[in-house]
């Protein structure tokens, strides 16, 4: 089975706390795992990808083939970060499937 | 001013009624994809299609129908079979033949409200 996990709804945290959004995945095979972003007000957009070993607005995301998971982390959260993040995983037929989301909400 | 475009931006329907919902892209991009988005459930694919003339049903295809007659366009019909169709439709594409890196690109989306 194909499936995504994100087992939080709302993660909130102070401006400047470290944030980790967890995403675990189940995949047979050799995963290709994403992290989207969606912003108030707009559309739903690409953040990172595993296979680039990026870093991106000061997040990043390392794959954990062992404990089969791709949590996306930042050291110091800011107002700006607050959103809705998605983890993603490229599945057969070029389809990504999608995890439930988690809503990142950002205090002063 | 290219990318994914989605009309129109709210939508109201009664009960009983089939409404199309417009999904055109210019980023030449072979596959293209129609989600659906509720809140707690994450983005449910609901119908792809990878070239032209052809689509496949993705997870939530009951109720729903698509056209794949042109490249850059790839209409969804909510129809009357859907029995909730009141939600946040997304649009997206991807060029799938790129070696290398693989991103799906969204439209703005597409809130369908039916009562």
């Known amino acids: 089975a194909q499936r995504v996990t994100q087992p939080e709804k709302l993660l909130s945290v102070f401006k400047g706390a470290p944030v980790e959004l967890k995403c675990n995945y189940s995949y047979s095979g050799s995963p290709e795992l994403f992290w989207y972003v969606q912003y108030s007000r707009q559309r739903l957009q690409l953040l990172l990808r595993?296979?680039s070993r990026e870093s991106i607005k000061g997040f990043t995301a390392d794959l954990n083939k062992g404990e089969t998971s791709f949590h996306l982390k930042k050291p110091f959260a800011q107002e700006e970060d607050s959103a809705m993040y998605y983890c993603?995983?490229?599945?057969?037929?070029?389809?990504?499937?999608f995890g439930a989301g988690t809503i990142l909400r950002v205090k002063s | 001013d290219g990318g994914i475009t989605q009309s129109p931006k709210y939508l109201f329907r009664k009960e009983g009624q089939n409404v199309t919902l417009s999904c055109e892209q210019n980023l030449n991009h072979d596959a293209m994809y129609w989600y659906r988005q509720d809140p707690g459930q994450g983005l449910r694919l609901i119908y792809y299609?990878?070239?032209?003339?052809?689509?496949q049903k993705g997870d939530i295809a009951e109720g729903y129908s698509v056209s794949r007659e042109k490249k850059e366009s790839f209409p969804l019909t909510v129809t009357s079979a859907q029995k909730n169709p009141t939600a946040f439709y997304l649009c997206?594409?991807?060029?799938?033949?790129?070696?290398?890196?693989?991103?799906?690109?969204f439209g703005p989306g597409t809130r369908l409200t039916v009562t």
């Open positions: 595993h296979i």
């Open positions: 997206a594409s991807s060029n799938h033949k790129a070696s290398g890196y693989y991103e799906q690109y």
């Open positions: 299609s990878q070239i032209v003339n052809d689509f």
């Open positions: 993603a995983l490229r599945g057969t037929g070029n389809k990504l499937v």
